[in-house]
């Protein structure tokens, strides 16, 4: 039996090598399944029954890392500051001045030999030692912990490296030819050929230094800029709350509510947590969490999330989750989860660069022994392996998949999208169907009053007033989309009396004294109220179609055919096409009848063919079609937002999850839309295509660079100081090519802005069935 996953954060590591370290060493121990993430500094452990934290945290420090458990989020209330957490960037940040400030005057006397005064070599000791000293020591001292512990990483490299160059430098102005007065070389881009005793290569171990320093803070920074959207979403929570207690308000911490607790909500403050409206009516801002950009009105008995800003009038609101519960926790949670993961590329580089390191190792000592061999001279043969040692650090092989994935999650939680794995993006690439549940997905999923057919001399107007307010009475839900319709094109509905339900037929009651009917025909003929040959046919044409028809009659007659019908989303036929761009087929599947299935389908652009229409289905068989469609050698995306779509979704060689659904259906997913709009599918499909795009553009340049780059330094065509120069250059492209995502934009709909007084809505109601 497992339990977990367990999260630890990792200390100490400096590059892809580390972390492929710690993960051998984790999944080294019975009944431990791990995956460490070095962007992330995060290792995610699948545990079994008997192994303990301690355990695990033993493991990685025998290994030469720290390791804990990550620290809750803190409320940054009591900081004002722009930024409230320590800055771990600081001390790489001085090395880097410092190494900045000393190297280029000892890089440019090496370049320049108009600048190498009498003993200009001298000078460059002075500033090149603490370089190498001071501000390459991260380095050597990530060497000298691995060493302790029989492991070579990337900073082994480093390390020998400069090191190299820096002892060689000593030994010819000590113990050689290069500290005497007047001592002038050039600076070329050929291997040099000669004793040594005349070459000094401070200007590499300086440079090489700075170089890689400059890197790794670059790609510090980049990777706290790619994080930003979790931590942005972790900090929208409201910090405190008001809670209602013996009738008054008590502003406690958010972490002291409890769920059933009632707390109050002013315009403008953020909603605690998600709860249930019991009391006042208001606009909700929910851009920050759906993208929408219209305010929803909520009332008594309407679901809030937390997070939202109350834009209107004051609410009283009962907290239904908390904490790692709510909504916004659980958006974070996937988030991360995704950020966490690797995919299977991701994988190969990591076995790749965990063996990387010994075999350039080798490799640097082969050139050395060859050019020794070849009878090159030291110091030729010196300077084509010390080049090799540093033209192979292969840190932008360890960042190439991390950074763009996290960068496509975080622009994706931005826009609505929640990918749950890096395999999702995988997924994505070769999918070629996409199965879309029609009721809540297609459809709004409510009842929805479309038109009104009147006899000759009746008023639309005052059909739709009479019928909408003996429906009104009704909880029904088709008279309450009569009545809902009613009220917002004829204003307020008068009172009902003698109202009276009529078991499978319809309703009665007396309306500002005339007595009306509403229901199917045959009750107002029980009434003698008989069908006109217009009212007729529009009651055919609305069966037809799929819709609900509802006769109304008063004073004698039948006066108007009433119809109604669960409503194609406006946005849905756009989506369609953006399926179709994408190279996908759609195919909409609904327990629904055929009539109804077709007459969605063509209204939204889908072929009506039995193979792109399945109607009729039970929510049992909607796995069954997903499975069928597979065996015909399809891969298949499903969309869905129900209970009844939670096995197909998992089913599906990928899941897409409509956010407006249940919970049950989220997590079947691979992919949530926090939207309600069906073009967000599109959009997520074009997100993920592009986040694996760009990872393999990473991993083709990390490799093709150190492919290219090592020969040229084994041959000695490589000076030290550019070798370094090209290393850190490479895993800065990286991540600039990763943060080329954030760009990334949406074709559904304006991004939500940023500041609580802009228009937002939660998404739309719909319930779970099909």
């Known amino acids: 039996m497992t339990t977990g996953p367990i999260e630890l954060a990792i200390g100490g590591m400096t590059c892809a090598s580390c972390a492929a370290r710690v993960e051998r060493k984790l999944n080294r121990m019975d009944g431990v399944t791990a995956t460490v993430n070095y962007a992330t500094e995060k290792a995610t452990v699948t545990v079994s029954e008997g192994v303990t934290v301690e355990d695990l945290i033993a493991t990685v420090e025998k290994t030469g890392y720290t390791a804990a458990l990550p620290e809750p989020p803190r409320p940054a209330e009591t900081d004002t500051r722009a930024d409230a957490e320590p ?21 440019a006397m090496a370049m320049i030999p108009a600048l190498q005064f009498d003993n200009w070599q001298w000078l460059s000791l002075a500033l090149a030692g603490p370089v190498v000293t001071y501000a390459g020591w991260p380095f050597h001292r990530a060497a000298l912990v691995n060493l302790r512990h029989g492991a070579a990483t990337m900073d082994t490299l480093v390390s020998l490296g400069t090191l190299a160059a820096f002892g060689w430098s000593l030994w010819a102005l000590f113990l050689g030819e290069a500290g005497m007065p007047g001592m002038r070389h050039g600076f070329e881009f050929s291997m040099t050929r000669g004793d040594g005793s005349m070459n000094i290569y401070l200007e590499a171990a300086a440079g090489v230094t700075m170089f890689i320093l400059a890197g790794r803070y670059f790609e510090a920074r980049s990777k706290r800029r790619a994080g930003a959207a979790l931590r942005a979403l972790l900090e929208l929570g409201a910090k405190d709350v008001s809670v209602l207690r013996d009738g008054r308000e008590e502003r406690v911490p958010i972490d002291r509510l409890a769920v059933g607790d009632l707390f109050a909500v002013r315009p403008g403050e953020k909603i605690a947590t998600d709860g249930e409206v019991v ?37 009283v609101v009962r907290a239904t989750r908390i904490g790692s519960d709510t909504r916004l926790a659980q958006m974070a949670r996937l988030v991360e989860e995704a950020q966490t993961g690797k995919a299977r590329v991701q994988r190969l580089a990591d076995r790749i660069s965990g063996v990387f390191v010994p075999v350039v190792i080798a490799l640097a000592v082969a050139t050395l022994g060859f050019w020794l061999g070849s009878g090159a001279g030291a110091a030729a043969a ?89 429906e009104n009475a009704s909880e029904h839900p088709i008279a309450q989309a009569i009545a809902r319709g009613a009220a917002e094109r004829v ?95 759609p195919v909409l599947l609904t327990g629904d009848n055929e009539t109804v299935a077709r007459t969605v389908a063509a209204e939204v652009g889908i072929d009506p063919g039995p193979d792109t229409v399945i109607a009729e289905v039970l929510p049992a068989d909607k796995v069954d079609v997903v499975k069928r469609l597979q065996a015909q050698g399809r891969t298949v995306a499903m969309v869905g937002d129900g209970v009844n779509d ?125």
């Open 646 to 770: 939670a096995a197909a979704l998992a089913q599906a060689d990928l899941g897409l999850a409509m956010g407006t659904g249940t919970d049950v259906a989220i997590e079947a997913s691979d992919l949530t839309l926090v939207r309600g709009d069906l073009r967000a599918a599109a959009d997520a499909i074009r997100l993920s295509r592009r986040t694996l795009a760009t990872i393999k553009g990473n991993l083709f340049w990390a490799f093709a660079y150190n492919v290219a780059a090592l020969p040229l330094a084994a041959a000695g065509l490589l000076n030290p100081m550019i070798a370094g120069g090209a290393m850190a250059f490479s895993s800065v492209f990286v991540v600039g090519n990763s943060l080329r995502l954030r760009r990334f934009r949406s074709l559904t709909a304006p991004e939500p802005e940023t500041s609580a007084s802009s228009p937002s809505s939660s998404p739309e109601k719909v319930p779970a069935s099909s």
């Open 279 to 315: 009391e006042g009516s208001s606009a909700v801002d929910a851009s920050m969490l759906t993208g929408e950009s219209v305010p929803v009105e909520v009332g008594p008995g309407d679901a809030v999330a937390g997070a939202t800003v109350n834009a209107g009038g004051r609410l």
């Open 87 to 107: 800055d771990e960037l600081r001390p790489l940040r001085q090395r880097l001045i410092t190494s900045v400030v000393l190297s280029v005057p000892v890089i």
């Open 382 to 470: 010196f300077t084509a392996a010390v080049a090799v040692l540093i033209i192979a650090c292969p840190c932008a092989l360890g960042l190439a998949t991390p950074t763009a994935l996290m960068v496509g999650t975080g622009r994706g939680a931005q826009l609505g999208i929640l990918i749950k794995g890096p395999e999702v993006l995988e997924s994505t690439r070769s999918i070629d169907t996409v199965v879309l549940d029609k009721t809540g997905t297609v459809t709004t999923g409510t009842m929805t009053l479309v038109d009104v057919v009147t006899a000759d001399g009746v008023d639309a107007g005052e059909a739709l007033r009479l019928a909408g307010a003996l």
């Open 491 to 585: 204003g307020d509905l008068p009172a009902v009396e003698e109202f009276a339900n009529v078991e499978g037929l319809g309703v009665q009651g007396v309306v500002e004294g005339h007595g009306v009917l509403a229901g199917r025909p045959r009750l107002l003929a029980e009434w003698s109220h008989h069908l006109t040959p217009e009212l007729e046919e529009a009651m055919a044409k609305a069966q037809a179609l799929g819709h609900t028809a509802v006769a109304v009659g008063w004073d004698g007659a039948a006066r108007a055919v009433i119809t109604v019908a669960d409503r194609i989303k406006p946005t849905s036929p756009e989506a369609i096409e953006r399926f179709r761009a994408l190279g996908l087929r």
